[in-house]
T-cell receptor, first 114, second 116 residues
Framework: AQSVTQPDIHITVSEGASLELRCNYS??????LFWYVQSPGQGLQLLLK??????LVQGIKGFEAEFKRSQSSFNLRKPSVHWSDAAEYFC????????????FGTGTQLKVEL | GAVVSQHPSRVICKSGTSVKIECRSL??????MFWYRQFPKQSLMLMAT?????????EQGVEKDKFLINHASLTLSTLTVTSAHPEDSSFYIC????????????FGPGTRLTVL
């Protein structure tokens, strides 16, 4: 079974600073990988995804993530954070086949200081 | 495209009553829909997977008699919480998948259920 670990429960950064949110996964093969963002009381918005090919993936809102097979990681980055980026971020892994169920990490709460 | 709606967005009910939550794919046909539950400040936990026209598949530990799922059409799935109790209070989120984008799930905005 697949699993996802987001080691950082909370992260605080200053507006304009760079951001990296960590995600490690466990899966027997190359997984499908996703990053979602959730604002309070809202559903999930897809930031970016990795299925195959180029390991550096560009997403919306200036986010990018890099798939590193050797480290089983899919860290999310943004060069300059905006106050509106404050939200909960979830990394998820999808199994290839078997119904493509998603397994979510526990999330990282991002706070942006002005 | 790929918009999923949920209704209601928020519901408050008395203990012992049943509550129905609708999940609709607005601009695509959803061959599969998923129901998740999210407790405050926690992650999403998959409750069940439903394919149009067939019975839902529930995850281990989810009571199928308490959480009734119906996926009667390619655009509508419903989750009925039967005889709700305060411990059923949670944020319920659905997602939908289409054959065209088989590897992705499109999420609804969620429904906040509060059982008094």
């Amino acid at each position: 079974a697949q699993s996802v670990t987001q080691p950082d429960i909370h992260i605080t950064v200053s507006e304009g600073a760079s951001l990296e949110l960590r995600c490690n996964y466990s899966y027997g093969a190359t997984p499908y990988l996703f990053w979602y963002v959730q604002s309070p009381g809202q559903g999930l918005q897809l930031l970016l995804k990795y299925f195959s090919g180029d390991t550096l993936v560009q997403g919306i809102k200036g986010f990018e993530a890099e798939f590193k097979r050797s480290q089983s990681s899919f860290n999310l980055r943004k060069p300059s954070v905006h106050w509106s980026d404050a939200a909960e971020y979830f990394c998820a892994v999808g199994a290839r086949g078997g119904g493509n169920k998603l397994t979510f990490g526990t999330g990282t709460q991002l706070k942006v200081e002005l | 495209g790929a918009v999923v709606s949920q209704h209601p967005s928020r519901v408050i009910c008395k203990s012992g009553t049943s509550v129905k939550i609708e999940c609709r794919s607005l601009d695509f046909q959803a061959t599969t829909m998923f129901w998740y539950r999210q407790f405050p400040k926690q992650s999403l936990m998959l409750m069940a997977t439903s394919n149009e026209g067939s019975k839902a598949t529930y995850e281990q530990g989810v009571e199928k008699d308490k959480f009734l799922i119906n996926h009667a059409s390619l655009t509508l799935s419903t989750l009925t919480v039967t005889s709700a109790h305060p411990e059923d209070s949670s944020f319920y989120i659905c997602s939908a998948r289409t054959d065209r984008y088989y590897n992705e799930q499109f999420f609804g905005p969620g429904t906040r259920l509060t059982v008094l």
